[in-house]
């Protein structure tokens, strides 16, 4: 064999092999970024109208984060997030659009603290879906009903709808709950009532009006007040726990998200006496 012969094999295994090298570099690349942004991916890929142009921006996306200074919450911080939720979750009752108004508001106010910007919708949106991808989905939709409410079209049920859906992504920004006893539990986001994870049920239904396991977990804390003498009103079965036949199930998982649907399940008005 010649030389001139020989240098053209070698040329051409070169380009074989480089070729097979850029393309697995390629396919590992996009099954990272299929993996770490799951639906996001897809939306992008839609939106782009190619997967090159799609993985460029989500991969330009990560580069972003990685110049901010993302940060976890503190140990006292999340135990503040965590009551502020609870609060803002009892009051939904009686004020259904103003709890959405404050949980739209707390959600962006953890994120500031964890280091996010919260200047543009769409940039911010974007910024989450590097390390939320799992819940921004259901951040999308509840901002959608916020605005629908801020034009008198939302139901008192699309409002029960965006509460869920913000404490999707809340649970999955706060990163872990905080015991009774002030150390830092497992990360599993805010406990079924919106309270500390980990507080038992005994401690919150106060005054022996009914026992522990009657008292639904988002009516524990007002069971005293609103028990004394006779039925209980009919607005205490709250219409954040009217969940019809598991529509509200939230998209996150909720190993991740640390905030089980059953807490919404509807439970029947006791008679409650002191």
């Known amino acids: 064999m010649s030389t001139g012969a020989l240098v053209v094999i070698i040329i051409v295994v070169v380009i074989v092999v480089a ?33 090159l142009k799609a993985e460029s921006e989500l991969a330009g996306r990560e580069r972003r ?18 009551s502020s939720w609870r609060t803002i979750q009892e009051q939904f009752v009686d004020q259904p659009e103003n709890s959405v108004v404050k949980a739209q508001a707390l959600v962006t ?3 500031k603290d964890r280091g996010y910007p919260v ?21 999308r939709l509840a901002h959608t009903i916020s605005q629908s409410a801020a034009q008198g079209q939302a139901s008192t049920e699309d409002l ?13 920004l706060l990163g872990g709950a905080v ?19 980990g507080q038992p049920a005994e401690t919150r239904a106060a005054g022996g009006t009914a026992p522990a396991s009657e008292v639904s977990a988002m009516d524990a804390d007002r069971a005293e007040t609103r028990a004394a003498g006779g039925t209980a009103p009919a607005s205490e079965v709250s219409a954040m726990n009217a969940d019809p036949a598991g529509t509200d199930r939230v998209a996150a998982d909720p190993a991740a998200a640390g905030v089980p649907d059953d807490e919404l399940r509807p439970e029947p008005a006791r008679r409650r006496r002191r």
Do not use: C, W
């Open 119 to 139: 200047e543009g919708h769409d940039q911010m949106l974007a910024d989450l879906s590097v390390e939320h991808a799992s819940t921004l989905e259901q951040y």
């Open 65 to 82: 984060i990685r110049s901010l200074e993302i940060r976890p919450l503190s140990d006292t911080a999340r135990a503040n997030y965590a």
């Open 19 to 51: 070729a097979v090298v850029i393309a697995a570099m390629a396919a590992a690349r996009r099954r990272r970024l299929q993996q770490r942004f799951g639906p996001e991916y897809d939306r992008v890929v839609g939106e782009r109208g190619s997967q």
């Open 109 to 111: 106010r953890v994120m």
């Open 160 to 172: 029960r709808q965006a509460m869920i859906k913000y404490r999707a992504l809340f649970s999955d």
């Open 179 to 197: 015991a009774p006893d002030g150390s830092v539990a497992a990360p599993e986001g805010v406990a079924p009532d919106g309270g500390l994870a």
